[in-house]
């Protein structure tokens, strides 16, 4: 509930932003398709433009690192340890990420396709991607989140290791590098024109495949137990 709730709220937020920028770009980049989020305005152009816009960029990246806050804290209310409390924001987070988009179309009808390119984050640079490699990504932490919260709750826990770790932070980390693919362009007022699916693949396929396995220890560690509890009795 708090992540749809959430994402609608984001999703609004960005129509009342949209309202006060998309002139703004319109007037600097006369020859950019309406609704489209590239070029960005820079840095110097808003400096142009008045004082008071450097302060709202200010604002908004102090709203974007609340809004992670906002997430973790959450998921924080709802779980005993660290471990739960990861897989509750993973599945929180996802959450807000689909419905955010959903609740965009509803209300002004963006984005218009999947590929359609997305600004996600300005922290620490800009994050852009065509917005079907983020719904992607939500979609897998709320099925791992879920998964992992499902066995937690239930009394066991996914036996991670440094190994399953580490090919979760790897795979992260690729699709952090993915996303940040175009940053110097985005930053120059340019236009990105090509994602990285390769790489992003690669980065989704470690980090799932990291969690898959140690899925798979704990299903197998289950199936022992039960067997050895069978000739006990």
Sequence with gaps: ????????????????????????????????AAGELFPMIRLEQLEAEGPEHVRRLGTELAREASTMVMLAAVALTAT???RDWFAAFLVAFGVWDVSYYAFLRVLIGWPASLFTWDLLFLIPVPWSAPVLAPVLVALSMIVAGGIALGRESG??????????????????ALLVLAFCWSSRTVLAGGVPERFPWLLFAAGEATGMAGFAHALGRHRSSSGRRFSLQQAAD
């Design 1 to 32: 509930m708090f992540g749809v709730s959430f994402g609608y709220v984001e999703a609004a937020l960005v129509t009342y932003l949209r309202a006060l920028y998309d002139p703004v770009r319109a007037r600097l980049y006369p020859a950019a």
């Design 155 to 172: 009394g066991g826990r996914l036996p991670l290791t440094a190994a399953h770790a580490a090919a979760i932070v790897a795979g992260g």
């Design 80 to 82: 005993r340890n660290l």
